[in-house]
């Protein structure tokens, strides 16, 4: 079955960065796009942005802080964020979206990957 | 860009009761691309209905999705205790892809 696997719970203290790693299986990675999608607890999910063969696309407000990178060999994907503030304490979700569409609907999720930022 | 309000914040109902939530956009919604998600504590969210009406896989048909411009609609006609969640909607007409700020349904 479709399975998108994340590593987990990280805390980091502000200015560092936090690297997350999301596993899929059960279909074919080249087949589709993964995004990240992020929710600040008590917040509705906020779209990242998302890495394909040779280009990438980011959320204005997270451009410079933010790198997504895919390796096809282990079917991973990862989301790094640097400089991490407190305001970034969220769940970060890996998401499948349409394969060729940028813009997308996500149906399947991660579990999720909690990411506290505190000193 | 399009923001998207949602609407009520809360709704409190009882089972077997019909739900009906609201996602209003900005701007018109191209090729009506928006998708309603439904969000249980302890899980990520799932997919219900994409392109404003099509139910996603393994969705029961008391979840119906409607609209289309700036004005969208979730019901579900007839509420199971499974359903009392947090539900958001989501466009994808282009990048970045907004969400609204969720409708919390809740038992009364």
């Known amino acids: 079955q479709v399975q998108l696997v994340q590593s987990g719970a990280e805390v980091k203290e502000p200015g560092a960065a936090v690297k997350i790693s999301c596993k899929a299986s059960g279909f074919n990675l080249n087949a589709y796009y993964i995004h990240w999608v992020r929710q600040v607890p008590g917040q509705g999910p906020e779209w990242m942005g998302l890495k394909v063969p040779g280009s990438a696309n980011y959320a204005r407000q997270f451009r410079g802080r933010v790198t997504m990178t895919r390796d096809t060999s282990t079917s991973t994907v990862y989301m790094e964020l640097s400089s991490l503030r407190s305001d970034d304490t969220a769940v970060y979700y890996c998401?499948?979206?349409?394969?060729?569409?940028?813009?997308?609907?996500?149906?399947?999720w991660g579990q999720g990957t909690l990411v506290t930022v505190s000193s | 860009e399009i923001v998207l309000t949602q609407s009520p914040d809360s709704l409190s109902l009882s089972p077997g009761e019909r739900a009906t939530l609201s996602c209003r956009a900005t701007q018109t919604v191209i090729n009506n691309f928006l998708a309603w998600y439904q969000h249980q504590p302890g899980q990520p969210p799932r997919l219900l209905i994409f392109?404003?009406?099509v139910r996603a896989t393994g969705i029961p048909d008391r979840f119906s999705g409607s609209g289309s411009g700036t004005e969208f609609t979730l019901t579900i006609s007839r509420l199971e205790p499974e359903d009392f969640a947090l539900y958001y909607c989501?466009?994808?007409?282009?990048?970045?892809?907004?969400f609204g700020g969720g409708t919390k349904v809740e038992i009364k």
């Open positions: 998401v499948r979206g349409r394969f060729g569409h940028h813009a997308s609907y996500f149906d399947f």
């Open positions: 989501q466009h994808y007409g282009d990048s970045p892809l907004p």
């Open positions: 392109d404003a009406s």
